[in-house]
């Protein structure tokens, strides 16, 4: 279990098909992942997604939401993934291993496309169960992701930007989890 907790983070951050696809060239290493390790290609492809994942689903949540508590769950995961997505691009430009590693663009991945359009299809109740649950998911992975990048990361930029933004996905962890069970029914 613990192996793939990483791997999971990756495939749901990144998207498993484009963080994991393995060359035609058997020389060629790909991305690495492991129970204790994330490498600097990987984590850079991943936190750029996830961010976006983050805005624009809580942008949805903003003017979809039925709840109080989840619409201003909504507004921290925005100003905070913000703010994210800013230091992320401050830790690029003081990287010593990432000149040529690009970082993904705007654009989500496939999963990511998909449960937007799952969140965009739902209303009322439905929505905003689906968004906590989406919201948990996404910050246990990203705690697992961050947690491993922050001890065994490659580049010391990156790593004190892991570090500095794991309290921050932690909190958003528990309240997200805060948030389904207040919305049980």
Do not use: C, W
């Amino acid at each position: 279990m613990k192996t793939l907790l990483p791997l999971t983070a990756v495939a749901l951050l990144a998207g498993a098909t484009a963080a994991l696809a393995q060359s035609d060239d058997t020389d060629a290493v790909g991305p690495m992942v492991t129970e204790d390790k994330v490498d600097t290609q990987t984590f850079v492809a991943a936190v750029p997604n996830a961010n976006e994942f983050e805005i624009q689903s809580s942008k949805l949540a903003g003017e979809k939401s039925v709840s109080e508590d989840v619409k201003t769950f909504a507004g921290q995961m925005i100003e905070d993934h913000t703010k994210a997505g800013e230091d992320f691009k401050a830790a690029m430009s003081q990287g010593q291993t990432t000149a040529s590693i690009k970082p993904a663009g705007p654009g989500l991945q496939p999963k990511e496309q998909q449960m937007l359009g799952e969140l965009k299809s739902a209303s009322g109740k439905e929505f905003d169960r689906k968004y906590i649950k989406m919201q948990t998911d996404a910050h246990r992975d990203a705690v697992a992701l961050f947690s491993t990048y922050a001890k065994s990361g490659d580049d010391p930029a990156l790593k004190e930007f892991a570090k500095k933004v794991l309290p921050v996905l932690k909190m958003h962890e528990k309240h997200a989890k805060d948030l389904a069970v207040a919305h049980q029914e």
